[in-house]
């Protein structure tokens, strides 16, 4: 799927760390250069103690530094909506700035509409665990958004409901930066325990596995969100009426081996899975696979559409299972 390119427009936001915001008209401008903040992080004061005396791990603050990125014409990032927010976290690597991921913002429910991110030579490494759950806040409001459209620190999402991240925790495991930018509550979606806890780590761990084999890709792409733009595909809402509950989950897959492009992608029913008996979990996921166009007609998302065209049109209809082990 082609849309006409488009222009962003920066509108600054400051707190702990600044990023753009990303407005969009109909201008055939194709610069689509983005100006933000990338953080590293300061761990020499990590601990403070709480009104009970106990230590709890403080988040590591950030530190900044000006970067300038072609985010919104990476492979991963899809087309963005009219009147929707683009953001992306980054961190700095030594002496290179890496996107963490990027996603684009409803700011009208307090959700993501997407994520996107890439495992590549920079980012597919495993050198730290998962930030520390005594952390706190745990789940912070993001400094990115202006703090208007921010939602509350580890605001809860009602009994049931868990914070499941929609870019994994163990999706950036390459540096304490990166994987504490998944901890933020614009990365947060409402998805129910069982679901979040057993069924859909299915998938997070299929896309993991993949991305971090180099004889499977050079590159993997992925896109990943849940349904929250028409009330078909909404479960309901929770936040006191301001979070929606997504009733499909998705993930899109771009792989990129010796020049070669192939996609993938999964549509999952948000619901309660007897995982107990699930025996075959490939042939469970199997049955969750879609092309990329299928995806698109579902979502009314417009998915690597800074692919050449005439290799667009073509792995976006096809999908080939046994190419990705199914």
């Not at 920079?122 to 208007?148: E, G």
């Not at 028409?230 to 006191?240: A, K, M, P, S, V």
Request: glycine fraction near 4%.
């Amino acid at each position: 799927m082609k849309h006409t390119a488009y222009k962003y427009t920066i509108v600054a936001a400051v707190a702990t760390a600044l990023i753009a915001v990303v407005a969009c008209d109909d201008d055939d401008d194709d610069s689509n250069i983005i100006f933000g903040i990338a953080k590293t992080t300061d761990i020499t004061d990590d601990t403070t103690s709480d009104n009970n005396g106990s230590d709890n791990t403080r988040t590591p603050k950030p530190t900044a530094a000006r970067t300038t990125i072609n985010c919104a014409s990476r492979l991963e990032v899809p087309a963005i909506k009219d009147n929707k927010c683009f953001f992306y976290h980054s961190s700095i690597e030594g002496t290179d700035t890496i996107v963490t991921y990027s996603f684009e913002y409803d700011t009208t429910k307090y959700h993501s509409r997407w994520i996107a991110f890439r495992f590549d030579a920079a980012t597919r490494p495993k050198n730290v665990s998962r930030k520390d759950n005594r952390a706190v806040p745990q789940y912070p409001h993001d400094d990115v958004l202006p703090m208007q459209f921010a939602i509350d620190d580890d605001e809860s999402f009602g009994a049931g409901y868990d914070h499941g991240h929609l870019c994994a925790s163990a999706d950036r495991l390459y540096s304490r930066a990166a994987n504490d930018n998944t901890f933020y509550m614009t990365n947060m979606s409402p998805q129910l325990s069982n679901f979040n806890q057993k069924y859909w780590t299915y998938y997070e761990e299929y896309v993991q596995n993949k991305g971090r084999d180099i004889s499977f890709a050079d590159t993997l792409y992925v896109v990943k969100g849940g349904t929250i733009d028409t009330d078909e595909n909404i479960l309901g809402y929770t936040c006191r009426g301001r979070i929606p509950i997504p009733k499909y989950y998705y993930m899109a897959l771009l792989k990129v081996k010796n020049n070669t492009y192939s996609t993938l992608a999964f549509w999952i029913e948000h619901k309660d899975y007897d995982t107990k008996n699930i025996t075959d979990k490939n042939a469970e996921m199997k049955s969750k696979i879609v092309s990329i166009d299928q995806l698109e007609e579902y979502t009314g998302i417009d998915f690597f559409h800074n692919l050449p065209d005439n290799i667009e049109e073509i792995v976006e209809a096809n999908v080939t299972p046994s190419a990705w082990g199914f």
